[in-house]
């Protein structure tokens, strides 16, 4: 069965400092990977989205970065952290390929506080 | 680009239904999804819907779609607090890719 890791749970960061969050899928091959984020009231952001290693797609101009470095690895990154950038950050997949339809499974979320 | 808009809050009895309703801009969507997030947790889908369809059902949930309005709606018959959390609608873009965009999402709270 698949499984999907996304660590830490929670983190609390000082502003300017560097960021680094991982997630990691089991079972599965090339995936299509994601990352949202959920800021409050502001419901789910697509960041970025990986269809492949080293393919990325950014949606948001914004001071992260995301990184697939091996087929089902996936790493959110930031060179210097904002205030603006707290919140609950989310990774995902869903199966390869397109017109099917495809559930999306999600890790348990970051909580990411830069004070 | 493609977007998709919830109302943010919905607040209903025991027991009554709940609707909550989802539209979105991508004129050629092929699923539409809704999923559920308890507090804390990540989301975890609930059911979905093909968009050659108007309507589906799955025991107390209740999926309507149309197509034209690009109007979709999900109804929880007999409402729980178990039921209580966020939904939210999500819109696979034709782009390709089967990349999700999601809506705000709909927190639900149930009072008895």
């Known amino acids: 069965s698949q499984t999907i890791h996304q660590w830490p749970a929670t983190l609390v960061q000082p502003v300017g400092s560097p960021l680094s969050l991982e997630c990691t899928v089991e079972g599965t091959s090339n995936p299509n990977l994601y990352w949202y984020r959920q800021a409050a009231g502001r419901g789910l952001q697509l960041l970025f989205y990986s269809v492949g290693i080293g393919q990325i797609s950014s949606e948001v101009p914004q001071n992260l970065s995301a990184s697939r470095p091996q087929d089902r690895q996936f790493i959110l990154s930031s060179k210097k952290l904002l205030l603006s950038d707290s919140g609950f950050y989310l990774c995902?997949?869903?199966?390869?390929?397109?017109?099917?339809?495809?559930?999306?499974?999600f890790g348990q979320g970051t909580r990411l506080t830069v004070v | 680009g493609e977007d998709v808009e919830q109302s943010l809050f919905l607040s209903v009895r025991e027991g009554d239904s709940s609707v909550i309703n989802c539209t979105y801009t991508?004129?050629?969507?092929?699923?539409l999804y809704w999923y559920k997030q308890e507090p804390g947790a990540g989301l975890q889908l609930l059911t979905y819907i093909f968009s050659n369809m108007d309507m589906k059902q799955d025991q107390r949930l209740t999926v309507l779609l149309n197509k034209k309005d690009k109007h979709l709606s999900l109804r929880i018959a007999d409402t729980q607090t178990g039921d209580s959390a966020i939904y939210f609608c999500?819109?696979?873009?034709?782009?390709?890719?089967?990349?999700?965009?999601f809506g705000a999402g709909t927190r639900l709270a149930v009072h008895p």
């Open positions: 995902a997949w869903s199966a390869p390929g397109t017109g099917a339809s495809t559930e999306a499974f």
């Open positions: 991508d004129s050629s969507s092929t699923y």
């Open positions: 999500a819109d696979q873009f034709s782009g390709g890719y089967n990349k999700l965009i």
